[in-house]
């Protein structure tokens, strides 16, 4: 059975974590926003906002991101991501997809160095030409928080189908404060993540790691087929 273009796009998707330097015209950020609001949106709110930057603006916020990573100051993030305490099964899945990433980059299990220094990158945007910070407004339910995760799937397959490469940064939200600050957005809202886009760098291994997803039969019951 041959694949649609949606499925062909939705499996050669990847988070990469090497970006060419080549700029990303605004048109095109554009474009990848229309896409990014045409996700479902319950009642129509339309729930979060996205902050694109390039050039000068991101390098200064990328800077900052690092220098508040580095001083060692406790996390600030105001949603919780993982379950506490992460459950057995799960952390297998965790540990799997770190060991991947860290041995595609040649960095072994106890050089906490190098592991920070390659966590720092996330505050780097993974020195992608472009960096999108993500926000929602303090008061949007939970599910509004379903409805901006598939506004950011939309944005990332819009992304790939355009000949780009992104990765999701959940870390961003470790020092949100800072973010909010540099960015001057409002008390009401609430940073959930970052994105990095741009060109692939291709021929670099980190970009080849390719985490293992669950069968259907490992996720989901059926009812009712013959």
């Known amino acids: 059975m041959s694949l649609t273009p ?5 499996f050669a998707r990847r988070s990469v974590r090497a970006f060419a330097p080549d700029p990303v015209p605004r048109a095109d950020i ?23 930057l390039t050039g000068a603006p991101l390098a200064a916020l990328s800077a900052e991101l690092v220098a508040a990573s580095e001083s ?18 799960l952390k297998a899945k965790q540990r799997a997809a770190g060991y991947a990433l860290y041995a595609s980059l040649g960095i072994g299990r106890r050089d906490v160095d190098a592991r920070r220094n390659q966590f720092n990158a996330n505050y780097r945007f993974f020195d992608a030409p472009v ?19 598939m506004s ?7 992304a790939e189908g355009m000949g780009y490469a992104s990765c999701g940064i959940g870390a961003l939200a470790n020092h949100a404060d800072v973010a909010q600050a540099h960015l001057g957005l409002p008390d009401d ?28 039969e490992d996720f ?7």
């Not at 949606?6 to 939705?10: D, F, I």
């Not at 926003?33 to 339309?46: D, E, I, K, V």
């Not at 303090?138 to 409805?147: A, I, L, Q």
């Not at 989901?220 to 013959?226: D, K, L, W, Y």
């Open 30 to 52: 554009e474009r990848l926003l229309r896409a990014a609001r045409s996700a479902p949106s319950g009642a129509n709110l339309q729930p979060g906002r996205f902050h694109a």
């Open 131 to 149: 960096g999108v910070v993500v926000s929602i407004r303090r008061d949007m339910g939970k599910g509004c928080f379903m409805d901006l995760g």
């Open 72 to 89: 060692g100051r406790p996390m600030v993030s105001e949603y919780s991501y993982f379950p506490q305490p992460m459950p057995a099964d």
């Open 189 to 216: 809202e609430l940073i959930v993540c970052g994105l990095a886009l741009g060109r692939a760098e291709p021929d670099v291994p980190v970009n080849t790691v390719r985490t293992l997803r669950d069968a259907p």
């Open 220 to 226: 989901a019951t059926f009812r009712g087929f013959t």
């Open 6 to 10: 949606v499925e062909s796009t939705l």
């Open 152 to 158: 950011i799937m939309a944005f990332m397959l819009a």
